[in-house]
């Protein structure tokens, strides 16, 4: 099958870009409002995007909360989400008020970053703590904007749990991390292999 996409006429029940383009690692957010309040929110569109200097990014359709706090305060927390805390990265996806405390929702433990004003899920095996470099807003193919908000951010600081240390090296098969696939589905990441480089 083949299908233009603008005018999506796929002729499925739902539209399979999401799933196509899976699976994608969920940027679980941690931020702080200008008045204090602490936000925590999951992004399916969310990577690693360099090394060197190391660079994640998020976005989202619209303005959100966690793009409103990273712009005020130029900071923001990445948590690692293993499956052992999917339930609670799934309630922090509420579309709750402005200023609700989603740690406390979701009953999280938020924990102030060591580098930055900005709070990170005690729980997590992971975390980055990010200082904010550049937001765009990307154009569409006609010019105009699309409504969406890119927040890219210089990792200055990482935790790690070492309970999920195995030889020297962050083991993603204890630490089970989820992505998601299209559609409600997710994916977990602990059945690894290694393949190397050819040497040619």
């Known amino acids: 099958m083949f299908y233009t996409t603008d005018t999506n006429r796929h002729g499925?029940?739902?539209?399979?870009?999401?799933?196509?383009?899976?699976?994608?690692?969920?940027?679980?957010?941690?931020?702080?409002?200008?008045?204090?309040?602490?936000?925590?929110?999951?992004?399916?569109?969310?990577?690693?995007?360099?090394?060197?200097?190391?660079?994640?990014?998020?976005s989202s359709s619209g303005h959100k909360h966690s793009q409103q706090n990273a712009r005020e305060t130029g900071v923001f927390t990445c948590n690692f989400v293993s499956r052992n805390l999917a339930e609670q990265m799934n309630l922090t996806s509420a579309a709750l008020p402005h200023g609700t405390n989603e740690f406390e929702f979701a009953g999280l433990t938020p924990k102030q970053a060591e580098l930055i004003d900005a709070p990170y899920v005690a729980e997590a095996f992971a975390v980055l703590e990010c200082k904010v470099t550049e937001i765009i807003e990307p154009k569409t193919l006609s010019g105009q904007a699309s409504?969406?908000?890119?927040?890219?951010g210089e990792v200055v600081g990482i935790h790690i749990d070492e309970t999920i240390i195995?030889?020297?090296?962050?083991?993603?098969?204890?630490?089970?991390?989820?992505?998601?696939?299209?559609?409600?589905d997710y994916c977990e990441g602990s059945e690894v292999f290694e393949m190397f480089r050819p040497k040619v």
């Open 12 to 58: 499925l029940a739902h539209d399979p870009f999401k799933a196509i383009v899976a699976p994608r690692p969920i940027g679980w957010i941690g931020s702080k409002g200008r008045e204090g309040s602490i936000n925590l929110a999951p992004y399916s569109f969310f990577n690693a995007v360099a090394d060197k200097p190391k660079l994640v990014m998020f």
């Open 147 to 152: 409504e969406n908000v890119f927040v890219f």
């Open 166 to 184: 195995n030889n020297g090296r962050f083991d993603v098969a204890l630490a089970r991390p989820i992505a998601r696939m299209g559609y409600m």
